[in-house]
Nanobody
Framework: QVVLVESGGGSVQAGGSLRLSCAAS????????VSWFRQPPGKEREFVAV??????FYRESVKGRFIASGDNSKNTVYLQMSNLNPEDTAVYFC????????????????????WGQGTQVTVSS
């Protein structure tokens, strides 16, 4: 069992920045890696970014604007979002994926074993 808690969402104007956090807890937390996903209004949930030690991967539309990082000692991952635009408006989720599934699974929605509750990010033009 893994519990994920996101924080840091909010409303900003285009060009602004936000930093999201996702804290993981639970007995099996070390057996999972955590990725960031988002669900724009009326659309399906999509992969955004992942960080794990020296591995990072981003969806194309956020490259150069978002930075994923983490602190293993705190079981927390972060998503620094800069130069936000209205297309980034979504509920942002972190998802825990078993480390036995391999790195490709970190980008795949249906491979997520546990979800956080999500945090709303709204970007106005």
């Amino acid at each position: 069992q893994v519990v994920l808690v996101e924080s840091g969402g909010g409303s900003v104007q285009a060009g602004g920045s936000l930093r999201l956090s996702c804290a993981a807890s639970g007995r099996d937390v070390d057996a999972y890696r955590v990725s960031w996903f988002r669900q724009p209004p009326g659309k399906e949930r999509e992969f955004v970014a992942v960080w794990k030690d020296d591995y990072t991967f981003y969806r194309e539309s956020v490259k150069g604007r978002f930075i994923a990082s983490g602190d293993n000692s705190k079981n927390t991952v972060y998503l620094q979002m800069s130069n936000l635009n209205p297309e980034d408006t979504a509920v942002y989720f972190c998802g825990a994926i078993s480390r036995f599934k391999g790195y490709y699974a970190l980008r795949v929605r249906h491979e997520v074993d546990y979800w956080g509750q999500g945090t709303q990010v709204t970007v106005s033009s």
